[in-house]
Nanobody, 124 residues
Framework: QLQLVESGGGLVQPGGSLRLSCATSGSTLEDYATGWFRQAPGKEREGVSCISSSDGSTTYADSVKGRFTISRDNAKNTVYLQMNSLKPEDTAVYYC?????????????????WGQGTQVTVSS
């Protein structure tokens, strides 16, 4: 059973940066595609970025392309989301998720493994 714990959220000014971490345990991270999702108040959860287990290929939502970078360290069983040039509209609870299928994780949003979320607030 894979467990995921996010950290690194907080309050940051517009234009600032944060790095989120998703520490995993209970299984081998390299077997899973992993992704970051976010949910703002009153809005549906949306995909932010994902990284495949096979070749490390990445996908980004249009709204974060060029500003966010996903990466993983299999030795540390941790996935990261570097967020730069943050905007107020990036304010949300950010969740880490994992699945052995990129299709289930990113397209179908049917992953069985989710973290508890970490709050990111972008405000002056």
């Amino acid at each position: 059973q894979l467990q995921l714990v996010e950290s690194g959220g907080g309050l940051v000014q517009p234009g600032g940066s944060l790095r989120l971490s998703c520490a995993t345990s209970g299984s081998t991270l390299e077997d899973y595609a992993t992704g970051w999702f976010r949910q703002a108040p009153g809005k549906e959860r949306e995909g932010v970025s994902c990284i495949s287990s096979s070749d490390g290929s990445t996908t980004y939502a249009d709204s974060v392309k060029g500003r966010f970078t996903i990466s993983r360290d299999n030795a540390k069983n941790t996935v990261y989301l570097q967020m730069n040039s943050l905007k107020p509209e990036d304010t949300a609870v950010y969740y880490c998720a994992a699945d052995k299928s990129v299709l289930r994780l990113w397209v179908l949003r049917l992953s069985d493994y989710w973290g508890q979320g970490t709050q990111v607030t972008v405000s002056s």
